[in-house]
């Protein structure tokens, strides 16, 4: 909301750029745990005594990281004008199907699985060599068997 106040509005009262340096140096570090290159970007643009502010560029640091934040586009909502009856330009809703910073949920599955198939695989091993070095191996030869 300040992003666009202070640049498609050209509010640059101090008020508005404190409030702004407040609320992003409040999700700054959620922010920073996803993407640090992102965190800068908001640090940036709103911190007190920014030279320019780009709704743009605040705004797409955060849509890249929503998932990652455990956040949708409705969470952040958008800033509405309600003479013209629809969104400012460039300050819609979030649209969070543009995530890059984002929990990959499919690497995490099969890695697990992965990981856990090779683990079964090291235990079944080891069994298999205790036993064979206790002289009762799991595989005999088919002539011992019979005799």
């Known amino acids: 909301r300040y992003a666009h106040k202070i640049d498609s509005l050209a509010d640059n009262s101090e008020?508005?750029?404190?409030?702004?340096a407040v609320f992003a140096a409040a999700i700054l570090?959620?922010?920073h745990a996803c993407s640090p290159g992102a965190a800068a970007t908001v640090y940036e643009n709103m911190k007190v005594g920014a030279t320019s502010t780009s709704l743009s560029a605040?705004?797409?640091a955060f849509e890249k990281n929503l998932i990652c934040m455990g956040m949708t586009g409705d969470d952040v909502g958008g800033v509405y004008d309600i003479d013209a009856g629809a969104f400012f330009l460039g300050a819609a809703p979030m649209n969070e199907n543009k995530t890059s910073g984002g929990v990959n949920i499919?690497?995490?599955v099969l890695g697990s699985v992965l990981g856990g198939v090779a683990l079964i695989a090291m235990f079944?091993?080891?069994y298999m060599m205790k036993r064979e070095k206790s002289g009762n191996p799991?595989?005999?030869?088919p002539d011992?068997?019979?005799?």
Not at 15 to 20: D, M, Q, R
């Open 15 to 20: 008020k508005s750029k404190a409030e702004g």
């Open 29 to 31: 570090p959620r922010l």
């Open 58 to 60: 605040v705004k797409s």
């Open 138 to 141: 799991m595989f005999k030869n």
């Open 124 to 126: 079944g091993f080891v």
């Open 106 to 108: 499919l690497g995490i």
């Open 144 to 147: 011992e068997v019979i005799a």
